[in-house]
């Protein structure tokens, strides 16, 4: 209802429905691909909400674009309440102008994460996507999306796209059955990842090194600069959408890129060293 307001016409060459690591950006930007990222920014300045591999931001941009067409913008937003539509959220409009941004921008990819849950999230707007990624799911948000692990998983699952395919994080038998049985209703092929074979080397305060095996590629001593084993799934995780998004769009991501774009995501404010002596 925001775009038919507005009178954006938003479109983009690729999505992805992917509610997971920056890690899939960075590797795509080191590859040099025009990637655009729209994540959940608890602990960002306004400025990082969105980021970009060329110059300005969408916050620079959309100030501008606020000053232009403010009253225009205000006004639209009126006439949608007076329709009886609910005033959109802060949210709902900074989607909406990150969409026609990557619009005008003519970006390759966009690597959407869900605000919250995925069934009726603002970014879950669009109507397919060329990979959709789920993470570990646990009890969180029970009085929004639900008190147990099946209809969270319900809700999440919402990403996924008629014939899509899904690549799912291995966890509990109550999440996954619900992920598999919509993915039969809808067509989409399911990917499990495992984390059976990773061989943690060293994992510190500053970094970790781990050996893993992607979808029957090894790779050794590769390096994140986050914290917990936790981030070592995710890494594996990305590494495994990359890996199967080279496949589906016939990229050339190398192992020099992934290596690079691993060593260089950076995750502000989530268990993040700040200074060796606070």
């Given at each position: 209802k925001i775009e038919e307001a507005l009178n954006w016409e938003y479109k983009y060459k690729e999505s992805i429905g992917i509610p997971t690591k920056t890690a899939v950006t960075k590797i795509n930007l080191e590859e040099k691909t025009k990637v655009e990222l729209t994540e959940v920014p608890k602990f960002m300045e306004k400025e990082r909400k969105i980021s970009s591999a060329e110059k300005g931001t969408l916050m620079h941009l959309c100030i501008q674009r606020l000053n232009e067409k403010q009253i225009y913008t205000k006004e639209k937003i009126e006439q949608m309440v007076s329709e009886g539509y609910s005033y959109p959220t802060e949210f709902e409009i900074v989607t909406t102008m990150a969409f026609y941004y990557y619009y005008e921008q003519g970006v390759d990819?966009?690597?959407?994460?869900?605000?919250?849950?995925?069934?009726?999230?603002?970014?879950?707007?669009?109507?397919?996507?060329?990979?959709?990624?789920?993470?570990?799911?646990?009890?969180?948000?029970?009085?929004?999306?639900?008190?147990?692990?099946?209809?969270?998983?319900?809700?999440?699952?919402?990403?996924?796209?008629?014939?899509?395919?899904?690549?799912?994080?291995?966890?509990?038998?109550?999440?996954?059955?619900?992920?598999?049985?919509?993915?039969?209703?809808?067509?989409?092929?399911?990917?499990?990842?495992?984390?059976?074979?990773?061989?943690?080397?060293?994992?510190?305060?500053?970094?970790?090194?781990?050996?893993?095996?992607?979808?029957?590629?090894?790779?050794?001593?590769?390096?994140?600069?986050?914290?917990?084993?936790?981030?070592?799934?995710?890494?594996?995780?990305?590494?495994?959408?990359?890996?199967?998004?080279?496949?589906?769009?016939?990229?050339n991501i190398n192992k020099d890129d992934i290596r690079r774009g691993l060593i260089n995501t950076r995750w502000p404010g989530r268990i993040e060293k700040i200074l060796n002596r606070p």
């Amino acid at each position: 209802k925001i775009e038919e307001a507005l009178n954006w016409e938003y479109k983009y060459k690729e999505s992805i429905g992917i509610p997971t690591k920056t890690a899939v950006t960075k590797i795509n930007l080191e590859e040099k691909t025009k990637v655009e990222l729209t994540e959940v920014p608890k602990f960002m300045e306004k400025e990082r909400k969105i980021s970009s591999a060329e110059k300005g931001t969408l916050m620079h941009l959309c100030i501008q674009r606020l000053n232009e067409k403010q009253i225009y913008t205000k006004e639209k937003i009126e006439q949608m309440v007076s329709e009886g539509y609910s005033y959109p959220t802060e949210f709902e409009i900074v989607t909406t102008m990150a969409f026609y941004y990557y619009y005008e921008q003519g970006v390759d990819f966009v690597a959407l994460e869900v605000g919250l849950g995925g069934r009726y999230d603002a970014t879950n707007i669009i109507k397919k996507s060329d990979l959709s990624v789920i993470t570990s799911i646990s009890l969180d948000h029970v009085g929004i999306l639900g008190d147990t692990v099946a209809k969270i998983a319900y809700e999440k699952a919402g990403i996924i796209k008629e014939n899509g395919v899904v690549v799912v994080y291995d966890q509990s038998d109550e999440a996954k059955n619900v992920i598999k049985d919509i993915c039969k209703e809808k067509n989409a092929k399911y990917i499990e990842v495992k984390f059976d074979d990773i061989n943690i080397k060293k994992s510190n305060i500053n970094s970790q090194v781990f050996d893993c095996t992607i979808i029957g590629q090894r790779y050794k001593d590769l390096e994140i600069k986050l914290i917990g084993d936790h981030q070592v799934n995710n890494s594996v995780l990305a590494l495994s959408a990359i890996e199967i998004l080279n496949q589906l769009k016939h990229l050339n991501i190398n192992k020099d890129d992934i290596r690079r774009g691993l060593i260089n995501t950076r995750w502000p404010g989530r268990i993040e060293k700040i200074l060796n002596r606070p």
